[in-house]
């Protein structure tokens, strides 16, 4: 990205990302907002972009919290008018687009013989169709600033091996690395670099329906036993937080990691090697 890191943000601030516009999508809480959180704290003019109107506080609450430049919009990402809309006030706001992170995403878990059309739909819906019409808008302002950029995808370790009772999501997030890589191929000419990220086991609400519905299905749980377990198998002995997840992408943002296109990266305590 050519504009110099380090040095006046779009709130005349300094920081690593200072003078560089950044997306999250899924803002409002768990991952995606301690991403927004950590950006900000670097210095880059934030949007948070959420279904949950309750954006538009989380991201007044940063501002104020940051002192940075944050503004929250509810925005559906399925929705391309939305999705418009957010990357039209990002546009407006700070006149570049640098990176997106394609956070948002949503899970739910039933049997085969339960799982209704609608949440296998709105499932791709929401974690590969959002990633693809927000990655679509995001790439039409960073080619109009000749710029490059970065795109970052919220894949899963379901992108590496699906698990039992979550066809639809396996199969959501195995698509965001094809999304990534088809990407990652017709973008490198505008030196925007396209990856995706693999989280594990991160505590949050989507956790907590993963550790009841599973639960419910895979046996007679109490609250926070199944995680418990899962979480016992992890080679490095602990659940990922957003801050693992943020530390990734801070670093797949920057201006160090320009060469590294393409891939999918697992950040998940060694749960998965492949
Ligand atoms: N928590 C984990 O262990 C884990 C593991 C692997 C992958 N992930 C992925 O990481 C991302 C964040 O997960 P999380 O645990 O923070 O989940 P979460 O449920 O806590 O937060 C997801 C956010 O996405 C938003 N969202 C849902 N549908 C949306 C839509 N249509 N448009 C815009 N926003 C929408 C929600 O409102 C919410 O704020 C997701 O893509 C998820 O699939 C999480």
């Not at 989280?199 to 046996?219: F, K, Q, T």
């Not at 797949?252 to 320009?258: R, V």
Request: charged share 20%; with cysteine; net charge negative.
């Amino acid at each position: 990205m050519n504009s110099p890191a380090g040095t006046e943000g779009p709130a005349g601030r300094a920081g690593r990302f200072a003078g560089r516009s950044v997306v999250v999508t899924g803002a409002a809480r768990g991952i995606g907002l301690r991403i927004a959180e950590r950006f900000a704290a670097e210095g880059a003019g934030v949007l948070m972009a959420d279904a949950d109107p309750g954006v538009v506080d989380a991201a007044r609450r940063l501002g104020a919290d940051s002192r940075a430049a944050v503004l929250g919009v509810r925005t559906d990402v399925t929705a391309p008018e939305d999705v418009d809309r957010a990357f039209a006030l990002a546009d407006e706001t700070w006149g570049r687009l640098d990176v997106l992170v394609n956070n948002a995403g949503v899970i739910t878990i039933s049997r085969l013989e339960d799982l209704a059309l609608d949440d296998w739909q709105r499932v791709l819906a929401v974690n590969t169709t959002g990633a693809f019409l927000c990655a679509q808008a995001a790439a039409t302002l960073m080619r109009r600033e000749g710029a490059g950029g970065r795109i970052l995808n919220a894949a899963s370790g379901q992108a590496r091996q699906g698990f039992v009772y979550t066809p639809h999501y396996a199969a959501s997030k195995f698509g965001v690395v094809g999304l990534t890589q088809s990407l990652a191929k017709e973008l490198a000419a505008d030196r925007i670099t396209v990856n995706a990220y693999c989280p594990g086991i991160v505590g949050s609400d989507m956790w907590d329906y993963n550790d009841r519905e599973w639960g419910r299905l895979l046996g007679d749980y109490a609250p926070g036993e199944l995680m418990a377990e899962w979480v016992a198998g992890i080679p490095l002995g602990r659940a990922g937080t957003g801050d693992d997840i943020a530390n990734l992408l801070l670093f797949l943002a920057s201006d160090e990691a320009e060469y590294i296109t393409g891939q999918a990266i697992n950040v998940d305590g060694g749960m998965f090697m492949n």
